[in-house]
């Protein structure tokens, strides 16, 4: 899974109309430069991109793909505000007219303008924070570190409380006025969603999976979730690889807080991401150190994934307004490779990015 040893947000922007799209690129952004001949550059009008970075180094960027252009803008972050963005960048996130990096190994979360990307805040304090979701004024942020939900004032962007949950917690979902937290379990084991009353802030119910470290979850139909458990490799004392706990998926009915369906995805594959295609009809899989491929199983009847893009990915996600994926290959301690597909596994593009390129903002546009 990815601790807090590696984040890094990438960036990439579209500076002209450009037809042939398979070639790597590598801008670095000029403050409000003009772009699509609409005068200032509107950070909002395109797609986030988060790279990890190297961890210890503080090289962690953010991305921004501009689709009108079809060009990517890199290091968005430092440029525009003339600091570096910090260690372990995990997430990107738009809420309303404001923006949120998860600084993953610098226990702050960088707040910007979405519109020019200038910095607004930083709220600091927080122990490894992962990802933030929003309802209402309030902020919902996994804080790895300290196994707990830190609820943020979004108005003045400060902690205004905390609600203790499982063991590193990771995505989280909002449904049926509820707060659906995948508790990966950290550095062990842990098989449980932490359910919190969105109207109270404290914790409904807690509900078991027969399956281990759930890590991701995304909305489905209705009053339903999907959670992805990514399992684990079982060693011994000297490190040898002796089992697997499998990955499995779980749909839940966020009404009566019970599992509906589970599947085993794969006996000694461990994917820590998922995401849902707009018309919420597929479920992808992928994203882990060196992760062979992008899968895909139907919601309608889930079963044992099939392999639909075939490239080496450390994170992805789905552009939630086209159906696009974004897949992201890490090189190391180098830059790494987006590519974007379409919804039916036809590449669309390759660009260059930032280092350990691993999530991005689920929008849409």
């Not at 890094?8 to 002209?16: E, H, N, R, V, Y």
């Not at 009008?45 to 991305?63: A, T, Y």
């Not at 979405?114 to 996994?142: C, D, H, K, L, W």
Request: proline content about 4%; hydrophobic content about 35%.
């Amino acid at each position: 899974m990815k601790k807090t040893n590696q984040i890094l947000l990438a960036s990439i922007i579209t500076i002209g109309a450009f037809s042939f799209i398979a070639c790597k690129k590598t801008d670095n952004p000029t403050p409000n430069s003009s772009a699509g001949g609409n005068g200032t550059l509107n950070y909002t009008n395109g797609v986030l991109i988060s790279s990890e970075g190297s961890f210890g180094n503080g090289n962690g960027s953010v991305s921004f793909y501009n689709p009108s252009t079809n060009e990517v803008m890199n290091n968005v972050f430092s440029t525009i505000n003339n600091i570096p963005l910090g260690d372990v960048v995990q997430s990107v996130s738009r809420i309303g007219s404001l923006t949120y990096m998860c600084v993953n190994g610098s226990n702050k979360i960088e707040v910007v303008n979405s519109s020019t990307f200038e910095q607004q805040a930083t709220i600091s304090g927080i122990n490894q924070p992962r990802y933030i979701v929003a309802n209402g004024n309030t902020g919902y942020i996994t804080a790895w570190g300290n196994n707990e939900v830190v609820l943020v004032d979004l108005p003045t962007n400060t902690v205004s409380g905390s609600i203790n949950v499982g063991s590193g917690p990771e995505r989280m979902a909002i449904n049926n006025n509820k707060l659906y937290v995948a508790n990966s379990g950290g550095f062990g084991l842990d098989s449980t969603i932490s359910v919190i009353n969105l109207s109270t802030n404290t914790i409904a119910t807690t509900i078991l999976l027969d399956g281990y470290n759930p890590s991701a979850i995304v909305n489905g139909n209705g009053n339903t979730i999907w959670v992805l458990a990514k399992g684990q490799v079982i060693y011994d004392a000297s490190w040898n690889v002796i089992g697997h706990h499998p990955s499995k998926l779980f749909e839940i009915n966020t009404t009566t807080n019970t599992v509906i369906n589970s599947t085993t995805l794969f006996a000694t594959d461990h994917p820590s991401n998922m995401d849902i295609s707009p018309d919420l009809s597929t479920l992808y899989f992928g994203g882990s150190y060196g992760f062979s491929a992008i899968f895909s199983t139907s919601t309608t009847s889930p079963s044992t994934p099939t392999s639909f893009i075939t490239e080496t990915n450390y994170g992805f996600f789905v552009n939630q307004s086209n159906g696009n994926l974004f897949v992201m290959e890490q090189a190391g301690g180098s830059n790494g490779t987006l590519y974007r597909y379409n919804a039916s596994g036809a590449k669309l593009g390759e660009y260059t990015v930032g280092i350990f390129p691993s999530n991005g903002a689920r929008i849409k546009q």
